[in-house]
């Protein structure tokens, strides 16, 4: 049971590194380190035949992890999400196969336990005396929890609007909680001066190899349940970009192993309109993206202003041939109301974003009707409900009579019983019939 890792090598001046210290960013050019493995040697320990007898979690890929012993990994289950069908959001954006990657039912909630399990696994592994991270909230939540598993003290800091639950988590998990005035890139600033003066090992997005690691098992476990193949297009709700570099770097070592063939499914970036960095950059066909002034939106994961692995994000959504928009926080919040009607999906917002961006692409014609496109539903809605408590005021039980039969007719023929345009995106919603359905 052991790791085919190899060295570190940068992914902008590709020095090469040990991989058996505790290193963050590129000594040599401040840029993101990434994990490179035995490839040759892995190829034949993990086989599409041996992997089907294994744990579906995320460490049945423990020969592409950084972690040197599995019986070191810290596990809470993460991984292992269900590829779902959404038929009838597919048919509402005019879709024959859309599929939702449900990464609300990771433990804490998101994708985030993803990469924070690896990296305060392999963290541990190599004595890290604590852990610190710089956070939205679901990371912070993430890092929390595996910390209190790993026995490691845990510092987050967040900004002090970020979401209550999120909060609440972190504590229940005995971090330190700290919060700053200010968003992602402030909290920066301060686990950076504690990590200089304490010694706490930081875990920022990208600035340490292994997050990258924990994300790319959305690659590898999309790959396999497709049976070995990629979609036509993934879209993403993008924020430090880890997911999507992450991803792009599994199908890589698919590649290299011989696992996939070179195609590769068209990455798409979204973002939301009052914090878009990298959409920017893209339309200005840059590689780097400028830190986004009074970045502003409902989606606290979205809110990152500025990314180290800019560069790698648009990179990769090039070189797929995809794309980067941006949503409105009313679509996003579409987003998020359409999944659940129509599906029993109730994501995040930044999952709603990548919901409502799909059909935004679909109506563009960026994406075609036969197209397979997996929308990533980054994290559970559960931990929004302040956001969602003041879009669906609750029907008052001294309600007449006629707002409950009205209710019931919304639940027989009509999905979509609060009434609510789905004009925002522009979006047709063919085939509801009683015409109950702005469009
Ligand atoms: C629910 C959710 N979706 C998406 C993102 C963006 O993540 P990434 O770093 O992969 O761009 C975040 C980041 O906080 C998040 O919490
Ligand atoms: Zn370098």
Redesign the pocket.
Known sequence: MRSFLTHLE??????TYSADQLVT???????V?FARYDLAAAAKAMTPQGLAGRRWNLWRYFELLPVRDLANAITLGEGGTPLLSAPTLGRTFGFDRLLIKDEGQNPTGSFKARGLGVAVSRAKELGAPAVAIPSAGNAAAAMAAYAARAGLPAVVVMPADAPEVMKAECRAYGATVLLVDGLINDAGKLVREGAAVHGWFDVSTLKEPYRAEGKKTMGLELVEQLGWRVPDAIVYPTGGGTGIVGMWKAFAELEEMGLIGPERPKLIVVQAEGCAPIVRAFDAGERHAPLWANSATVAPGMRVPVAIGDYLILDAVRRSGGTALTVSDAELMEGVHLAATREGLYGSPEAGAAVIAAGKLRASGFLRQEDEVVVFSTGAGMKHTDLVAAEYPVLDPAAPAEALTAVGEAAGGEPDARGIAATAAGLQHPGHGRGGDPT
Do not use: E
């Open positions: 940068c992914s902008n001046c590709a020095a960013i590129c000594p040599a050019c401040g840029k380190l």
